[in-house]
């Protein structure tokens, strides 16, 4: 009987530990931030909220916020200096550091580039005396809202000075990684995805620089992007369920609108490499929706006979309006993409055997339909991809620009 009880325990000892190493263990991440990083629940516990959500072990989060702080603050403060060694049980070690810096210091006119990157440098070699593995992201804020008194007399626009900002915490990173090798760092776009919602007053507190609940909501998704190099779209959550990512969101007031629009945006500002169809990068958005309403940029939708497709092709910020543009489709079985171009990688359409869906001199009002389909083929996917004829900032081409493709799935 002895030995049939030990078997017994024994063996769910064994399932006990089977599970925890099938889980397995979370990252740890410490995050050094302000206001921008503390507003509406703090985008620390949504990183953790979106990683349950994934699939993914419970990461550990410290956050060590405070207002108005920049990035030397964080460098050099005891008190957050301190934190590295003191916030883990003993022989853990830190997987990440999120640095968000005070949301001018990365500008000329009112903060100091050059310091803002040695403090940078100076944070992640802090965090690496303790945990010589540990990586970067660094979070990149955004510009002020139209309208706010800073423009157009310190900065000229919104973009300018978002421009300047992206430039220095790109810079940054580059720092990091020619530090400490490559991978070491990389760049949370949050500054980019605000600049595609235009840099709207209704996205933004009162005082045009804080950020209501949809922008941190796109912060956290960004950094969690980021961190676990996993899209945010695919995770889908029901925000009518009582989950705690839905909870969390409720509380908020976040809908399901905002959660679309928000995710189809972290993912166009994603590394090209978590993207499953990268486009050029630019100011040029493909949106796309099979529910009155529910129309975003994530880039996947599984569509059938009669379903109401929406697509469009805008110009965010006015920088393609002029441009001639085209709505292009290519047809597969499933699994079987196109591959990328090997001229322009930005262009994911087989150029031999595209189909062109729609054109227009300009894209303003922008590109579009929404249409019943009228066919099926189950088994088939085709990829859709805009382009507008115009220079890209982003890859340098000097003839045209391209949306992210929008994968259908037929049924």
């Not at 965090?127 to 809202?145: D, F, G, M």
């Not at 630019?282 to 949106?287: G, M, R």
């Not at 322009?344 to 389909?373: A, C, F, H, K, N």
Request: a neutral charge.
């Amino acid at each position: 009987m002895r030995a049939a009880r030990f078997a017994v325990v024994t063996l769910c000892v064994a399932l006990f530990a089977a599970a925890a190493a099938a889980q397995g263990v979370g990252k740890n991440l410490l995050f050094y931030g302000n206001s921008y990083s503390a507003r509406n629940g703090g985008v620390g516990e949504l990183v953790r909220l979106l990683a349950i959500q994934a699939g993914l072990p419970a990461p550990t989060i410290v956050t060590r916020y405070q207002n108005g702080a920049d990035l030397q603050y964080h460098a050099t403060n005891s008190a957050q200096v301190a934190a590295i060694t003191g916030s883990l049980p003993a022989g853990q070690r830190w997987d990440v550091v999120v640095m968000q810096g005070q949301s001018l210091e990365a500008t000329a006119a009112s903060g100091n580039p050059g310091l803002f990157r040695a403090s940078a440098l100076q944070i992640l070699g802090n965090v690496r005396n303790h945990s010589p593995q540990a990586k970067a992201v660094l979070y990149q804020t955004w510009a002020r809202a139209v309208g706010h008194f800073l423009y157009p007399n310190t900065f000229a626009s919104p973009r300018a000075m978002h421009d300047e900002i992206r430039g220095n915490y790109l810079a940054a990173r580059n720092d990091l990684n020619a530090a400490y090798g490559a991978g070491a760092a990389s760049a949370a776009g949050v500054g980019d995805g605000v600049a595609l919602l235009g840099w709207l007053p209704s996205y933004y507190d009162p005082d045009l620089f804080h950020p209501l609940p949809p922008m941190t909501l796109l912060a956290g998704m960004c950094l969690f992007t980021s961190i676990y190099s996993v899209r945010v779209c695919p995770l889908n959550p029901n925000l009518a369920g009582n989950g705690a990512l839905a909870t969390w969101l409720a509380g908020l007031g976040i809908t399901q609108a905002d959660w679309d629009q928000m995710a189809g945006l972290a993912d166009l500002c994603a590394a090209r490499s978590v993207r499953p169809f990268p486009g050029s990068g630019d100011y040029l958005t493909l949106a796309s929706g099979v529910a009155p309403g529910n129309v975003s940029a994530c880039g996947t939708r599984s569509v059938g006979l009669g379903a109401p497709l929406t697509l469009q092709v805008q110009s965010r910020n006015g920088v393609f309006d002029a441009a001639p543009a085209l709505l292009l489709v290519n047809l597969f079985p499933v699994g079987a993409p196109p591959p990328p171009s090997p001229t322009w990688p930005e262009l994911r359409i087989d150029v031999g055997s595209m189909l062109v869906l729609l054109q227009s001199p300009t894209l303003q009002p922008p590109l579009g339909l929404t249409v019943p389909l009228p066919f099926t083929l189950p088994g088939a996917a085709a990829l859709v991809q805009g382009i507008a004829f115009a220079p890209s900032s982003a890859t340098g081409n000097p003839s045209f620009a391209t949306t992210d493709g929008c994968l259908l799935l037929f049924q």
